[in-house]
């Protein structure tokens, strides 16, 4: 079993720190991390913690810089960088990591003209479509495109996306059968951004995404805090596709 998280936002840390603590946290867990990496969107959550909220063309800019850098801290015995955003002069980092050839690289988000051209180049694992198969199958072809006109055997990368889903029984009352989850949220939100549905149907949404490309589901389950029978659900549905 790995560990790890999502993603991580470029934004909150020094990429070669970043670096230096997922190659440590990789030694720490036997070779087990997944390292997220993403640009950073949510505008709330930077201001909250005091970051200066840059505009997207200098995110995206200090995100392709950062991912440059991991790769190198990772990868190099003496890193040198010089951009716009960051620099590094040969620093330090032993052990790199147990995972060879580096710990696992997992870039988030789907844009075609910087993300996917860094998932080709530098990624273990690519983040796409939001479990919309349409979605998928066009992120899927722009990466392997970008694989092609740089020589990478686009198969080694993992494409995955993420279901956020809510299973219940057939003829249960969806919006009585996530009370608990829903709590102070809207409805109409809630109910818009989750699958509310039978095992059978989540499994059909599972089945979508794999057909279009996808071959790694990450299930986001609200609620699971007030019914781990939740988790359980969720197994049983995984394992049809093991």
């Not at 991580?8 to 867990?29: E, Q």
């Not at 279009?212 to 549905?237: H, K």
């Amino acid at each position: 079993m790995n560990i790890g998280q999502m993603v991580g936002c470029n934004g909150y840390r020094n990429p070669a720190l970043y670096a230096k603590i997922a190659s440590s946290v990789d030694v720490a867990s036997h070779g087990r991390l997944y390292a997220g990496i993403g640009a950073g969107w949510y505008e709330h959550e930077w201001k909250a913690y005091g970051y200066e909220w840059p505009e997207l063309k200098d995110r995206m800019g200090a995100f392709r810089e950062a991912t440059e850098i991991i790769y190198k801290m990772w990868t190099e015995d003496e890193p040198v960088f010089n951009g716009k955003y960051y620099s590094i002069d040969k620093p330090i980092n032993e052990p790199k990591g147990v995972r060879k050839p580096h710990p696992s690289l997992w870039i988030g988000g789907g844009g075609p003209n910087v993300t996917l051209k860094l998932v080709a180049k530098y990624g273990d694992a690519a983040n796409i479509g939001g479990g919309n198969p349409e979605v998928i199958k066009e992120k899927a072809a722009i990466l392997k495109g970008h694989c092609d006109t740089i020589g990478r055997d686009y198969n080694e990368i993992i494409k995955s996306t993420g279901i956020n889903a809510f299973p219940i029984d057939k003829g249960d009352d969806p919006k009585r059968a996530t009370a608990k989850a829903l709590g102070p949220m809207d409805w109409e939100r809630f109910s818009n951004d989750n699958l509310i549905g039978t095992e059978d149907e989540i499994a059909n949404k599972v089945e979508a995404a794999l057909e279009a490309g996808a071959d790694y589901i990450i299930f986001y389950v609200p609620g699971v805090a007030y019914d781990l029978d939740l988790v359980t659900r969720m197994e049983q549905i995984t394992k049809r596709f093991a």
